[in-house]
């Protein structure tokens, strides 16, 4: 059973620093990875999906890794800001079919980035 | 192209009653999920349908059901309602057969008082 792991669970950090997120997960037969951000009692934002067989993705400041082999993706943060205040929950889909293309998520890290 | 949508936003139910939730996916999706998110816990698998038909679930008693209609919208169903019912529901929505990922509503909040 695929279980995924999130450090820290909570972070927080002055304005304009820079930050890593971490993700590690049991079963490296992974399809792809999704992280997603969510705001307080909001829904998830997709931030970034990596499939498989990539080691990184970006968009903007954002920049998230996989490490298949060792189970792990990190998400980094580049001069982060107030409005990265949420939680970051990233999650592993098994497979593109069938009940493995459900989603397994982790357990979040809350960020709060202060003035 | 519009998202998923949820409806309500907000449902607020006494115990032992009936709450029904709706999503709609993004035009083009198949497969919807949907997911559990209770105060202080992770994301749980609920239901994922796919072409009309429920082909997974997760592990929660069968007073969970749902269906989903030929224009691949769902309707999560949630009986005999429990004081512990009280989440927020998630409805995701994916191409099952491409490489994309999961796209979520904004989620509906329910209440059990």
């Known amino acids: 059973k695929q279980e995924v792991t999130q450090i820290p669970a909570a972070l927080s950090v002055p304005e304009g620093e820079n930050l890593v997120l971490n993700c590690s997960f049991t079963d490296s037969a992974i399809y792809n990875l999704q992280w997603f951000r969510q705001d307080p009692g909001k829904g998830l934002t997709s931030l970034l999906l990596i499939q498989s067989s990539q080691r990184e993705q970006t968009s903007g400041r954002l920049n998230a890794s996989l490490d298949k082999s060792s189970g792990r993706s990190t998400l980094y943060i580049a001069a982060s800001q107030p409005g990265d205040s949420a939680t970051y929950l990233c999650?592993?889909?098994?497979?593109?079919?069938?009940?493995?293309?459900?989603?397994?998520f982790g357990t979040g890290t809350r960020l709060q980035v202060t003035l | 192209e519009a998202g998923v949508t949820q409806s309500p936003t907000h449902l607020i139910k006494t115990r032992g009653q009936q709450a029904t939730l709706r999503c709609s996916p993004i035009s083009g999706h198949t497969s919807v999920y949907w997911y559990q998110q209770a105060l202080g816990l992770g994301l749980q698998f609920l239901l994922w349908y796919d072409e009309g038909e429920e082909r997974n679930r997760g592990n929660f008693p069968p007073r969970f059901s749902g269906r989903q209609f030929p224009n691949y919208s769902s309707e999560l169903n949630v009986n005999a309602l429990e004081l512990e019912d009280s989440a927020l529901y998630l409805c995701?929505?994916?191409?099952?057969?491409?490489?994309?990922?999961?796209?979520f509503g904004s989620g509906t909040r329910l209440t059990v008082v």
């Open positions: 995701a929505s994916s191409l099952d057969r491409r490489l994309y990922g999961y796209t």
């Open positions: 999650a592993v889909r098994r497979g593109n079919t069938g009940t493995a293309s459900k989603l397994t």
